[in-house]
């Protein structure tokens, strides 16, 4: 088990590895405690365009079952279709949700090799693979998408993994354009970095990007998957934040010791419900297949079966998929930016629906 020192900014990222291996059961559950009043978080993933489920009616919306499962439930706000067992609407308050943008990273120069031979991926040459010249072109193309449609300009918040083909994709498309030397602002890439024979990129206009070690691809065995000491990011990467990263070398990636697909999928279910002490409301994350994968394949269980295809089938190179995350548990939300109290200045307000009500209960059910 590897021991991570406790980060005294976040509480919840050095806990994050004290549960990796001792994984016994399965399906995955997911327990994770707020450490002021020790309640649990329950939550729901759901595709962004997606807008049926099946109900659920064993599940309680107040209080979530002690061993609750990470899914894409959505409950339905539909009585008839819950009385029926069928597939209806789902209504959740706003604030009680984050919208993620999931982003698998370019093509990388491991995956032209292992395409075409899976020990490729064994080799000691593509130690923290970089983006290969048409990984580049990948990157180019869903900025431009990026750009037309929007998302540009919603993202609070970029996440990507602590490898260079990750943090090249997230900066290659979320960042700055090119970047001029001034004193004042720093450069999110520099030129050049990681043999990409690209100009700079600036951090001007762009949200802020944060490298989080909980999203790295699986971990172990295979070198393209284990990391550069932070130092060297931080000299190549400058205006990324590295400071959620506990150690400068990489001691998570052991030459001889895979993680197991269960161990994946637990450290991508901490990695969701850590997303709900950032207070950012639309998220970006740029990461990896199989961590996407093994992740997303625990969310679904209660949904339509295309539904949960969507969720959980493999990412191509530099796809983005948008999702909607939800607590379901009165925890881990902030207050409502949008809402508003009404009744200002106060006044008399009785709808007439409920005026109707009053007057049956005065009348009595015998009158």
């Given amino acids: 088990m590897t021991n991570i020192i406790k980060n005294t900014v976040n509480p919840y990222y050095s806990e994050i590895y004290n549960t990796l291996n001792p994984i016994t059961t399965s399906p995955v559950t997911l327990r994770h405690y707020h450490r002021k009043n020790k309640q649990s978080t329950c939550i729901s993933l759901t595709y962004l365009s997606s807008s049926t489920c099946i109900s659920n009616r064993s599940q309680s919306h107040s209080s979530p079952p002690l061993r609750s499962r990470f899914s894409a439930l959505c409950f339905s706000s539909n009585p008839v279709a819950d009385m029926d067992g069928g597939a209806g609407p789902s209504l959740f308050p ?24 899976y020990k490729a991926y064994l080799s000691p040459e593509y130690f923290d693979a970089h983006l290969t010249p048409l990984g580049w072109q990948q990157v180019d193309n869903l900025r431009k ?28 498309v979320f960042g700055g354009e090119g970047y001029t030397d001034r004193m004042d602002v720093l450069p999110l890439m520099v030129a050049n970095a990681g043999n990409s024979s690209r100009a700079a990129i600036s951090s001007l206009n762009c949200p802020p990007v944060i490298a989080v070690e909980l999203c790295r691809e699986h971990l172990g065995v295979h070198p393209c998957d284990k990391r550069r000491n932070v130092s060297e990011y931080q000299f190549l990467f400058p205006a990324i934040d590295f400071s959620l990263i506990e150690s400068d070398e990489d001691i998570l990636w052991k030459a001889d010791i895979r993680e197991t697909t269960e161990e994946v999928a637990a450290r991508g279910l901490k990695f969701m419900n ?45 796809e983005l998929r948008s999702m909607v995350i939800v607590d379901r548990s009165m925890t881990g939300s902030d207050a ?32």
């Fill in 94 to 117: 706003l604030h009680r949700c984050k919208t993620l943008h999931l982003v698998r990273h370019a093509q990388g120069i491991h995956n032209v090799e292992g395409d075409k031979n």
């Fill in 336 to 367: 409502s930016t949008t809402n508003y109290p009404g009744k200002i200045p106060a006044g008399l307000d009785r709808p007439s629906d409920v005026a109707d009500e009053k007057k049956l209960e005065k009348e009595g059910p015998d009158s």
């Fill in 274 to 318: 850590w997303l709900w002490t950032r207070p950012e409301k639309e998220i970006a994350i740029v990461t990896h297949s199989g961590f996407l994968f093994h992740t997303l394949s625990s969310f679904g269980n209660d949904c339509h079966p295309l539904v949960k295809k969507e969720i959980c089938k493999h990412f191509a190179n530099c």
């Fill in 145 to 172: 998408h990026v750009h037309a449609s929007g998302l540009s300009k919603r993202v609070d918040l970029v996440i990507t993994s602590p490898l260079i083909r990750t943090i090249q994709t997230a900066v290659g």
